[in-house]
T-cell receptor
Framework: GAGVSQSPRYKVAKRGQDVALRCDPISGHVSLFWYQQALGQGPEFLTYFQNEAQLDKSGLPSDRFFAERPEGSVSTLKIQRTQQEDSAVYLC???????????????FGDGTRLSIL | GQQVMQIPQYQHVQEGEDFTTYCNSSTTLSNIQWYKQRPGGHPVFLIQLVKSGEVKKQKRLTFQFGEAKKNSSLHITATQTTDVGTYFCAGPQWDRGSTLGRLYFGRGTQLTVWP
């Protein structure tokens, strides 16, 4: 595809429900990142994949958050037993090469705006 | 831990005035990236600075990287309404000679331009 695609654009869930957010990166991009962006803040790192390997998950706020990229392309961020503080925009970004040992531009999707009632 | 701080948080200017946002890191950065996020949009990569003291220009935008590689600035000359948005700086985590992939974003400077 032309850019990073995320779905759904908007998600409303009741507290306690599980949600799954999808990210389709730019075709062929090796690196994939998930960020959480609260209103008026910069993106906060959640996790990083190099192909299918999750190399850094240190930003995940709790064990209710889980991410996977099983075939090294599409990724899913799952949040279990959602809480109100999980309300935010979840951004996915991809970059062409391995992020380690070099830095490259990250290409962001439009994000999923998650609202927990 | 590593932090990237950005000031000011908000800036309101009249069209045609200049604008500057400043970014400071608690640690030395291997490089720094700048992104722009339009209202309701997603961050879009603008530029990456790598060398100490580096200055890069993109039309009316001038980016600088400090000599100590701990600070950076973005200056816009003669702002236009199309410059509206939030400007973020971002620096990589760096540990024992390698970047670990993650970027630390500043809080951003939200620019409003009055016509």
């Amino acid at each position: 595809g032309a850019g990073v695609s995320q779905s759904p654009r908007y998600k409303v869930a009741k507290r306690g429900q599980d949600v799954a957010l999808r990210c389709d990166p730019i075709s062929g991009h090796v690196s994939l990142f998930w960020y959480q962006q609260a209103l008026g803040q910069g993106p906060e790192f959640l996790t990083y994949f190099q192909n299918e390997a999750q190399l850094d998950k240190s930003g995940l706020p709790s064990d209710r958050f889980f991410a996977e990229r099983p075939e090294g392309s599409v990724s899913t961020l799952k949040i279990q037993r959602t809480q109100q503080e999980d309300s935010a925009v979840y951004l996915c970004a991809s970059s062409e090469h391995r992020a380690q040992y070099s830095n490259q531009p990250q290409h962001f999707g439009d994000g999923t705006r998650l609202s927990i009632l | 831990g590593q932090q990237v701080m950005q000031i000011p948080q908000y800036q309101h200017v009249q069209e045609g005035e200049d604008f500057t946002t400043y970014c400071n890191s608690s640690t030395t950065l291997s490089n720094i990236q700048w992104y722009k996020q339009r209202p309701g949009g997603h961050p879009v990569f603008l530029i990456q600075l790598v060398k100490s003291g580096e200055v890069k220009k993109q039309k009316r935008l001038t980016f600088q990287f400090g000599e100590a590689k701990k600070n950076s600035s973005l200056h816009i000359t003669a702002t236009q309404t199309t410059d509206v948005g939030t400007y973020f700086c971002a620096g990589p985590q760096w540990d024992r000679g390698s970047t670990l992939g993650r970027l630390y974003f500043g809080r951003g400077t939200q620019l409003t331009v009055w016509p």
